[in-house]
């Protein structure tokens, strides 16, 4: 998909009592993960004669922009999250709030789970100073496949994807929770609710319908 995905993270500092990291800590760890992602670190450079994108290894960085808000993400998700969501989402590649941040990656570079990895590895630098953690494997070299594959009969590139947000508020996951009778994630828990749901609007055989768990990311709930 031809489009930059946002994501904001947010640490419970209330609830902790621990201070939350400094920008310094932030870009620091930043700059040393970076370093084994070198996607990450690339430009685009061109579409090739079948229209897609490719990127230069150059390392040429990620561009980090600081925006402080006197308002911490509690105030922000505290109303009607859906009509403003996407004013937590500035053109930048990092903002940082009172207790948070967000970052913004195009599709084109890195899927959720290859995403999801980059973010514990950053966690992980911030945390303990360490970026020895198991490195990216980028061979293409060993997964090549043959190019007579089959090829899809409707242009999937230009299917429109909508957006549909739902704010679950902290009570009702509790209730959830505390139903399921054992540890089990907030994802997994919305999830099975939302099965639930499916089954009561009885579909047909015929109708498809589906979940995805997206290995477990650390979505903001």
């Known amino acids: 998909m031809d489009l930059y995905v946002p994501s904001v993270y947010a640490w419970n500092t209330d609830a902790s009592g621990a201070e939350a990291p ?7 760890s930043l ?40 308002a911490s993400l509690a105030d922000a998700l505290s109303h009607d999250v859906p009509a ?21 990656a195009h599709h084109h570079v890195a899927d959720g789970k290859s995403m999801s990895v980059f973010f514990v590895a950053w966690a992980a630098a911030v945390h303990t100073r360490e ?40 009570e009702f996951v509790a209730r959830l929770k505390a139903r399921v009778g054992t540890r089990c994630s ?4 919305l999830l099975a609710h939302a099965w639930k749901i499916t089954a009561v609007r009885g579909l047909s055989l015929e109708e498809f319908t589906q979940g995805q768990d997206r290995g477990e990311l650390p979505w903001l709930c």
């Open 84 to 104: 403003h969501v996407n004013e937590l989402y500035p053109k930048a590649d990092k903002v940082v709030y009172q207790n948070g941040n967000n970052v913004t």
């Open 131 to 170: 970026t020895l953690l198991p490195t990216p494997f980028h061979d293409r070299g060993v997964v090549v496949v043959p190019s007579r594959l089959p090829q899809p009969a409707f242009d999937h590139r230009n299917i429109e994807i909508g957006n549909f947000s739902v704010h679950y508020p902290e």
């Open 186 to 189: 907030t994802f997994r828990c």
């Open 31 to 70: 700059a040393a993960v970076l370093a084994r992602f070198p996607h990450l670190a690339g430009r685009f450079f061109g579409v090739d004669e079948h229209g897609r994108r490719y990127f230069d290894l150059n390392d040429a960085g990620a561009l980090v922009l600081e925006a402080t808000a006197s």
């Open 22 to 28: 400094s920008n310094d800590k932030i870009k620091n």
